[in-house]
Nanobody, 116 residues
């Protein structure tokens, strides 16, 4: 079992920055990929960025050049640095961990609100 604890959301003006944190606990040796997803009341949950155990990253097009995902602390903590935030980035952001056996775990979500 893996537990994910998120923090770092909040309210920011357009053009501002936020940094999200996600710490994995439990059977962390089984984790391969860690990433961030987001969801709004009118849109399905979508991938924002992810990083695998080798450090390879993947971003959705709308955040490329603005968001940076990184992984530290024996690969059990993942960060999402969000710069140049836009109102359309407003969503609940969820951390996800995927094990080598393709089991998926989710965090509880953290709200990010960008005001115009």
């Amino acid at each position: 079992q893996v537990q994910l604890v998120e923090s770092g959301g909040g309210l920011v003006q357009a053009g501002g920055s936020l940094r999200l944190f996600c710490a994995a606990e439990g059977d962390i040796r089984t984790i391969n990929v860690m990433g961030w997803y987001r969801q709004t009341p009118t849109k399905q949950r979508e991938l924002v960025a992810q990083v695998n155990s080798r450090g390879l990253t993947n971003y959705t097009d709308s955040v490329k050049g603005r968001f940076t995902i990184s992984r530290e602390n024996a690969k059990t903590t993942v960060y999402l640095q969000m710069n140049s935030l836009k109102p359309e980035d407003t969503a609940v952001y969820y951390c996800r961990a995927v094990t080598w056996g393709l089991t998926s775990y989710w965090g509880q979500g953290t709200q990010v609100t960008v005001s115009s």
